[in-house]
């Protein structure tokens, strides 16, 4: 999308023509920018990790009492506030986890600490308390709880409207908006032969 609109604006400015090449192949490396330089520049090849970061820690999921939460700590400072929240700001000093590299390095050990002072914890609770430490974290939500979420926001995702064999249907609204543009209605898709006759006195006469 943003190629054929650079291409557009190419177009306005020089008043030539834009030819787009664009493989699949290379829009997935694009999409993995960290297992990509992690090959070119040390040999790395990456293996499954589950939810957790590559190279940072902790940044991953963790198991709170009734769900997971993602934590996502990018640097030393933000441990130490982690260690001081969970109780044992001596984490923060302690060899395994004096940097990044140390703690990506003792990830297993680390993740039980955490788990350990989540499970206790409702996930909206520890996230809550993350929060207010300003730790970056959230609650994995569901898919249903996900769009819960969206239809009570101001920009609802999810819309309802009638079909005229199935009923009340929802349907994804767009997701890209512009203050210049009006928030379009979905159309339902037309039923068979629905169109005939417009088709036939606009077309054909």
């Given at each position: 999308?943003?190629?054929?609109?650079?291409?557009?604006?190419?177009?306005?400015?020089?008043?030539?023509?834009?030819?787009?090449?664009?493989?699949?192949?290379?829009?997935?490396?694009?999409?993995?920018?960290?297992?990509?330089?992690?090959?070119m520049f040390n040999g790395d090849i990456a293996t499954r990790i589950g939810n957790?970061?590559?190279l940072s820690t902790p940044f991953g999921s963790f198991q709170a009492a009734d769900k997971q939460v993602v934590i996502a700590?990018?640097?030393?400072?933000?441990?130490?506030?982690?260690?001081?929240?969970?109780?044992?700001?001596?984490?923060?000093?302690?060899?395994?986890?004096?940097?990044?590299?140390?703690?990506?390095?003792?990830?297993?050990?680390?993740?039980?600490?955490?788990?350990?002072?989540?499970?206790?914890?409702?996930?909206?609770?520890?996230?809550?308390?993350?929060?207010?430490?300003?730790?970056?974290?959230?609650?994995?939500?569901?898919?249903q709880e996900a769009l819960a979420l969206a239809q009570q926001s101001d920009r609802p995702f999810i819309r309802h409207y009638p079909h005229p064999r199935l009923g009340d249907t929802a349907m994804m609204a767009q997701p890209v908006r512009a203050n210049a543009w009006a928030q379009a209605d979905i159309q339902v898709a037309p039923t068979l032969g629905e169109h005939n006759e417009l088709f036939f006195r606009q077309q054909l006469g």
């Open positions: 999308s943003w190629g054929i609109l650079a291409a557009l604006y190419d177009r306005q400015q020089s008043q030539a023509g834009v030819y787009l090449d664009i493989a699949m192949l290379d829009c997935l490396f694009s999409l993995m920018p960290t297992p990509v330089a992690q090959w957790r970061h590559p700590v990018l640097n030393s400072h933000q441990f130490a506030r982690l260690c001081q929240l969970m109780g044992q700001p001596q984490l923060a000093n302690d060899r395994r986890f004096g940097s990044d590299q140390d703690r990506t390095n003792n990830e297993a050990a680390l993740k039980q600490i955490i788990e350990t002072w989540l499970q206790p914890q409702l996930a909206q609770d520890a996230v809550a308390l993350l929060a207010k430490a300003s730790i970056p974290a959230s609650v994995v939500f569901d898919m």
